[in-house]
């Protein structure tokens, strides 16, 4: 079982950065795969970034090359970092943990964790 907890949304004008973080509970958060998606008003959750089980990261084609994702497991941490955000980008972020044995990172079926999202806007 696996805790998740986000932290770090707000209001940024559009240009901006901000930094989500996702802190796990429990000692085998190593194990699992991390992930970020986001739910826009009235759209789907959609997948943002993840890890993939060699290690590597995959994202979205709307935020490769602005947006982060990295983890501590010293601190049972997963982190998004968000640069040069857009209006577009306004939506509830959530982390997810994936565990072993899943193949499709971008998909949020493939994820058995979640935390309760973190709210980011950005203004124009």
């Known amino acids: 079982q696996v805790e998740l907890v986000e932290s770090g949304g707000g209001l940024v004008q559009a240009g901006g950065s901000l930094r989500l973080s996702c802190a796990a509970s429990?000692?085998?958060?190593?194990?699992?795969?991390m992930g970020w998606f986001r739910r826009a008003p009235g759209k789907d959750r959609d997948f943002v970034a993840a890890f993939t089980w060699s290690g590597g990261t995959i994202y979205a084609d709307s935020v490769k090359g602005r947006f982060t994702i990295s983890r501590n497991n010293a601190e049972n941490t997963v982190y998004l970092q968000m640069n040069s955000l857009k209006p577009e980008d306004t939506a509830v972020y959530y982390c997810?943990?994936?565990?072993?044995?899943?193949?499709?990172?971008?998909?949020?079926?493939?994820?058995?964790?979640w935390g309760q999202g973190t709210q980011v806007t950005v203004s124009s």
């Open positions: 429990g000692r085998t958060f190593s194990r699992y795969a």
């Open positions: 997810a943990a994936r565990s072993p044995g899943t193949n499709t990172p971008t998909r949020p079926g493939d994820y058995d964790f």
